[in-house]
């Protein structure tokens, strides 16, 4: 069963840039939309980007992301390693969130455990 | 964007109570709606896809089902380990939105 694992930092400063990235295991990395998606601290859920590993030319993926993060946010992926990656620049305290990794089919049926983002001085 | 719309926002229950979750998209989605739990401190768990599918592994006393731009999750006996919140989620049209959540509580 596909499990996915990600890490990155967990405290920044704001203006900085909040890098993450997760590992897919047990799993094909082809054939599937991989994505990003946060959580403020008791607040609902925010889609905040995908890369398209669906098609079956995956040396071209294609990205897709949320407009009201679209010019700070970048989803990379290395399928050769199974990873893909979520930069997002000039954080401020309203980017601290939990942010988790899945996997898109008929929903996201796949989760990464979540990492905790915290923006502070 | 299309607006999901939940309620209610929360609700106490007891155990073995039937329990409805509504959910409203701001426009035509047809069946393009997923259903997730979420339990402190941990990710969310799909439950429902395309409105009325239940997940592999999800217990049957969770169903959904759909009328035009209004969902439904039924939860049909309240267990002790569905206390949690509950979220809608449209996968009809980028950007993909989700409901604010209902919470479920112990009455």
């Known amino acids: 069963q596909v499990q996915l694992q990600q890490w990155g930092a967990g405290l920044l400063k704001p203006s900085e840039t909040l890098s993450l990235t997760c590992s897919v295991y047990?799993?094909?990395?082809?054939?599937?939309?991989w994505s990003w998606i946060r959580q403020a601290p008791g607040k609902g859920l925010e889609w905040i980007g995908e890369?398209?590993?669906?098609?079956?030319?995956?040396?071209?993926?294609?990205?897709n992301y949320n407009p009201s993060l679209k010019t700070r946010v970048t989803i990379s992926a290395d399928a050769s390693k199974s990873q893909f990656s979520l930069n997002l620049t000039s954080v401020t305290a309203a980017d601290s969130a939990v942010y988790y990794c899945a996997r898109r089919g008929s929903g996201w049926h796949t989760w990464g455990q979540g990492t905790l983002v915290t923006v502070s001085s | 964007d299309i607006q999901m719309t939940q309620s209610p926002s929360s609700l106490s229950a007891s155990v073995g109570d039937r329990v409805t979750i509504t959910c409203r998209a701001s426009?035509?989605?047809?069946?393009?709606l997923n259903w997730y739990q979420q339990k402190p401190g941990k990710a969310p768990q799909l439950l429902i896809y395309?409105?009325?599918y239940l997940q592999s592994g999800v217990p049957s006393r969770f169903s959904g089902s759909a009328f035009r731009t209004d969902f439904t999750l039924t939860i049909s006996s309240l267990q002790p380990e569905d206390f949690a919140t509950y979220y809608c989620q449209q996968s009809y049209s980028s950007p993909w939105t989700f409901g604010q959540g209902t919470k479920v509580e112990i009455k």
């Open positions: 395309a409105a009325s």
């Open positions: 426009q035509m989605i047809m069946t393009y």
């Open positions: 047990d799993g094909s990395f082809s054939g599937y939309f």
């Open positions: 890369i398209d590993h669906s098609s079956s030319t995956n040396n071209n993926p294609s990205f």
